[in-house]
């Protein structure tokens, strides 16, 4: 705070660069960051998802109210949310625990009612907030960049963002 944040400042201020931001995967760092100085973006990795929509609506709205824009990476929660409930799904890093596995079948059987693919749902969820600016995945395979190119451009009826709150799995006034 004292020495790296204001020389990236500087920096900023003289034109060496445009932005001043962040990238971490906790949103606790974020809250506290953005209490005490302006950011102009926040990466904030899987925990702002489908699958964890509820932790990060203060943080949202702090954003909104300081123009910090976030990029959400983490989409798929290390996998799970692109492969669904499925034997060896991860999780956070590691295998996925049994209450994982089930939020994401409940999430999966509302995205199979609607033809939505859950990994669509998964990526194109966080864009639903203002506050976020872009949705950020990676991958080592030609396919799986293929499909999520694919998936980025697919239609979600609405629906399956009101069934999801419906079933208690979403806060529509979140996002």
Not at 153 to 158: F, G, H, Q, T
């Amino acid at each position: 705070m004292k020495s790296g944040y204001r020389a990236l400042e500087d920096l900023k201020k003289e034109g060496s660069i445009r932005a001043v931001g962040l990238g971490v995967n906790t949103i606790g760092i974020c809250e506290d960051l953005l209490s005490k100085i302006d950011l102009d973006v926040i990466l904030l990795a899987g925990r702002y998802t489908l699958l964890e929509p509820f932790q990060a609506p203060p943080l949202l709205e702090t954003c909104r109210q300081k123009g910090t824009q976030l990029v959400i990476g983490g989409v798929f929660n290390s996998g799970i949310m692109a492969t669904g409930p499925v034997e060896g799904a991860h999780y956070d890093y590691g295998p996925a625990p049994r209450s994982v596995l089930d939020r994401v079948g409940a999430i999966q059987e509302i995205c199979d009612r609607h033809d939505v693919p859950l990994a669509a749902a998964a990526f194109r969820f966080p864009g639903l907030h203002e506050a976020v600016a872009c949705t950020l995945v990676g991958t080592a395979k030609q396919t799986t960049l293929s499909r999520n190119l694919a998936q980025s451009k697919l239609p979600i009826p609405e629906a399956v963002w009101t069934d999801l709150a419906a079933a208690g799995l979403l806060d529509m006034g979140a996002s």
